[in-house]
């Protein structure tokens, strides 16, 4: 069992930037798969972008060019950094951990709201 907590949402302009942080309970494992994903109100849950322990990265089309993730597996936690951040990016972002038995564990989620 992991339970994962994230942080760092909120209230931003058009073209602002945030970054959001997921610590984990545990230390990340070799065969971990960490992600962020996002719902917008009446909308499915999407992927946004996923990491490996080994840093390999995987972006939807959409966030490409704008968003980073990445991991300090030292510190058990994951980032989103987000720039350039546009009207439709508000929604829910969830924390993802994925496990070697493909196991998905999913913290609380974080409000990101881009409004002026």
């Known amino acids: 069992q992991v339970q994962l907590v994230e942080s760092g949402g909120g209230l931003v302009q058009p073209g602002g930037s945030l970054r959001l942080s997921c610590a984990a309970s545990?230390?990340?494992?070799?065969?971990?798969?960490m992600g962020w994903y996002r719902q917008a109100p009446g909308k499915e849950r999407e992927l946004v972008a996923t990491i490996t322990r080994g840093g390999s990265t995987n972006y939807a089309d959409s966030v490409k060019g704008r968003f980073t993730i990445s991991r300090d597996n030292a510190k058990n936690t994951v980032y989103l950094q987000m720039n350039s951040l546009k009207p439709e990016d508000t929604a829910v972002y969830y924390c993802?951990?994925?496990?070697?038995?493909?196991?998905?564990?999913w913290g609380q989620g974080t409000q990101v709201t881009v409004s002026s």
């Open positions: 993802e951990l994925r496990n070697y038995y493909k196991h998905d564990y």
């Open positions: 545990r230390e990340f494992f070799s065969t971990d798969t």
